[in-house]
């Protein structure tokens, strides 16, 4: 997939929690122009300069059903994974624990369970349906990849005592940051 890596991409702002946006439900793409490639070109360098490993489009603030993932390593190639209208059409029943963060939640990092495969269905960069079995850490990112186009975010899979210690504690640095 290498061959979609131009020299010129652009760094977006990552948005944070609190920002409502987080939780809108992504809209799926009916066509894949330039402007849908140049924008999954620019997630791929946002996510690269974070440095993380997967990012959903409303995370820089564009509600439209893309996920960009690279499972790479420090000096590892690069291995751009980039979805559109990405589906989770099963899930296994063996679960795994991954301690989880967020670019939108910055510097916080909880364990996780999620099913340890997952059968995804998306769109290419070209349009071409695929269909693939993902495991380990590639079916963790993805379902949280996804799961930032449906509106939620990692820590709704905590307890709620959890979930509402992260939100009070983003939420006020934002007032701060506002006061600023």
Request: hydrophobic share 40%.
């Amino acid at each position: 997939m290498n061959h979609y890596l131009p020299s010129i991409m652009s760094i977006r702002t990552i948005i944070s929690l609190p920002d409502p946006l987080l939780r809108k439900v992504s809209t799926p793409l009916t066509n894949i122009d330039g402007a849908t490639k140049a924008l999954a070109l620019d997630m791929l360098e946002t996510m690269y300069d974070a440095p993380g490993i997967g990012l959903a489009a409303v995370q820089i603030g564009i509600t439209q059903r893309i996920v960009t993932v690279d499972l790479a390593r420090g000096d590892d190639p690069k291995d751009p994974h980039i979805f559109i209208n990405p589906e989770i059409i099963w899930t296994s029943d063996d679960m795994n624990e991954y301690e989880e963060g967020c670019l939108s939640i910055p510097d916080y990092h909880e364990i996780v369970v999620r099913p340890s495969k997952v059968g995804v269905r998306w769109l290419d960069l070209d349009g071409n349906p695929t269909e693939r079995e993902l495991d380990g850490l590639f079916a963790t990112c993805i379902q949280h990849e996804i799961d930032h186009l449906n509106g939620k975010l990692f820590i709704d899979h905590l307890s709620r005592l959890k979930r509402e210690r992260v939100i009070k504690k983003f939420t006020k640095q934002a007032r701060r940051e506002l006061d600023e």
